[in-house]
């Protein structure tokens, strides 16, 4: 595998400038912080799966200051044990724009959504019928990029699918929303990068998911975006406000895969707390919690309407 060039990777640096907000941090949890910053800054969390959240956690999300989110299809699309069918997944598709958005909404969300077939989860026959319809919903004026997408298994049926939909991304200039599998992320990672290096697919528009801190060099060398979300088995908190920290904000989006297991609903308020707790500046924190993932999503606002919008 040819290394990727070195391109942004900032040495240590300071991006806490130390000069906002001056109160010390002794609330352990940091959602007063949480609490001050978002009266003036929407979050973004840029992965969530809406059918696995209730009402109750909507509302939650919305009060803690996230005012839009990337819904992305996930993996199996599919009752536990049940058949990955092509119907199975237009059917999610049809369902996330018609039933979860409007869910979305009643709770003062924003919603985006990212579609894509897992081609670890792709079916063997009706393939062709997905991929043909899924422009339609890509055309939806709240679909922003393609995903969940991956490698499981990096066998050669995996390798078509992820190379078709990355063809699919390329033609219609959207960015994908990459993840990491479960049982061996670097690895599968890894062949990720590669096959995206083979299409020459823009490494501006890739976000890749659920990283490891040993990934994080490869994948800031290779031009993705990284989400960083605390997780038992990845990221802890304090991991993330020190790549933030080391690394700078252009390169991360802050993420929370609300609605999959056990991730955590307020994830990136959470994290938003830390970070400023840490003496990061309302810019850095900006950028990390909400710019950053309006760029991908090709939302970015005209400077004009930010200013106003103060
Ligand atoms: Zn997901």
Redesign the pocket.
Known sequence: MSRCDRQGAKGPTGWADGSQGGAPATDSTGFRYAFALVQRLELIDA?V?ADGLSDADLDTLARFGVGRVVV?A??GALEPGAEATAKAWLTQFEQLLTVQAPRLKQAGLSPLFALGVHPAHAPWHGLDEILHKLPAFLSDPTVVGIG?VGLKRADERERYVLARELELAAELRLPVWV?APPLDPERGLRQVAATLRELAFPAERVLV?QVTPGMVPLLLACGFSLALEPSAQRLSVPEIVRLVRRHGPNRFVLTS?AG?GSADLLAVPSVVAHLRDAGLSPAVIRRVARDNALRLAGREEPLARRARAG
């Open positions: 992965h799966h992305c996930h993996d969940a993840s998911g895969h999959d």
